[in-house]
């Protein structure tokens, strides 16, 4: 994964898990990987990784069992909120680009159906 | 705290080197020391590894003076080559297990599959990338409490690189302390607690990265551009 510097790491990683989630590739429930494995697979400070973890749980995005790791929320409500928020940061952040440069939201609207039509 | 240096100072004949350094290493972290050649990062580490003493200051190991007994558990990478031109890979591995006893041959092996050596190598025929790796897996082999790498990623390859930061990531266990010093800070980034600024032989900055990250609204990398310019 590419990390932007700018942003703090364990936020970035965060998001990439919970797209994971949304997209379905971790399942609900799921074993995620150990805090070290994590540190591996994203090559990221060990510390870093059992932040992660920490954040998410605060999040009620994942639960720890005692002794036996890390596990996904089985909450399906808590998986529809994630994918609302990305969807709604992500449309926060194309909205105020477009304004930057001028948009209306009619425009708006009426390019984004072009941009489908012509797809 | 496992190093602790209290204004630290070395001279050489017209040159200080190290000008009052005073830094405490924590266990289990993993310290960035930053700053362009000639700041004095590889001085810092030698008196740590007790190659060199320091004119003035002193600096403890666990609160004892380095010594013996530090260098059982203190694994050093310098950044000259140490190995000697007749022997081989093999002969690398079995030099290093006489010196310390902490040193894992099973380990040693796997890490020069991965780095793409040959125990029948020379040391003398490796290109630099490869003596250079050769370096990394005989001191990353050994179980030390304390690992001080100068410059791991010098002359390394993109493909290569990725490999040693993984391998110093799987060493970096809960009671494994590591300083690295560089000045590909970008590479470091993402894998360090700590990062400390030396210039000219002085601690410019020193902090938790994350912290400096946030407090500044910058990155290391982008930190590292303010001190040095």
């Known amino acids: ?119 | 705290m496992i190093l602790q240096c209290n204004d630290l100072v070395k001279k050489y004949l017209n040159k200080t080197a190290v000008n009052g350094i005073s830094l405490d290493i924590e266990k289990g972290r993993i310290y960035a020391l930053l700053g362009p050649n000639g700041s004095g990062k590889t001085t810092l580490m030698k008196i740590a590894a007790g190659l060199v003493k320091p004119s003035s200051g002193t600096i403890t190991y666990k609160g004892n003076p380095i010594g013996v007994e530090s260098k059982k558990r203190v694994a050093y990478m310098s950044t000259e080559p140490f190995f000697y031109n007749y022997m081989t890979v093999q002969d690398a591995g079995k030099y290093y297990q006489d010196f310390f006893e902490d040193f894992d041959a099973k380990r040693y092996e796997e890490l020069i599959d991965r780095m793409e050596l040959g125990m029948k190598d020379k040391a003398k025929t490796l290109s630099s990338g490869l003596a250079a790796k050769l370096k990394i897996a005989a001191t990353l082999a050994r179980k030390a409490e304390l690992y001080m790498l100068d410059e791991p990623l010098n002359g390394i390859d993109i493909i290569a690189r990725e490999k040693i930061i993984t391998t110093i990531l799987e060493v970096a266990r809960e009671d494994a302390t590591i300083l690295i010093s560089s000045h590909l800070v970008d590479e470091l980034e993402k894998i360090i607690d700590n990062a400390v600024f030396i210039k000219n032989g002085s601690v410019a900055l020193n902090g938790d990265a994350e912290d400096l990250r946030v407090g500044r609204g910058k990155s290391i990398v982008e930190i590292y551009k303010e001190i040095y310019a």
Do not use: W
Not at chain 1, 13 to 21: G, L, N, T
Not at chain 1, 68 to 95: H, P
């Open chain 1, 1 to 119: 994964m590419e990390f932007n510097n700018n942003i703090p790491i364990y936020v970035q990683v965060i998001h990439d898990i919970k797209k994971d989630m949304v997209n379905g590739v971790l399942a609900l429930g799921e074993k995620l990987p150990s805090g070290r494995e994590l540190a591996l697979k994203y090559k990221i400070n060990p510390n870093t990784a059992s932040r992660i973890y920490k954040e998410m749980e605060t999040e009620e995005i994942c639960y720890t069992k005692r002794g036996l790791g890390t596990y996904v929320t089985e909450d399906m409500s808590k998986l529809k909120s994630i994918r609302e928020e990305m969807a709604g940061s992500l449309l926060d952040n194309f909205i105020e680009g477009m304004e930057q440069l001028g948009f209306t939201k009619e425009e708006l609207i009426q390019l984004l159906e072009y941009k489908y039509e012509t797809k």
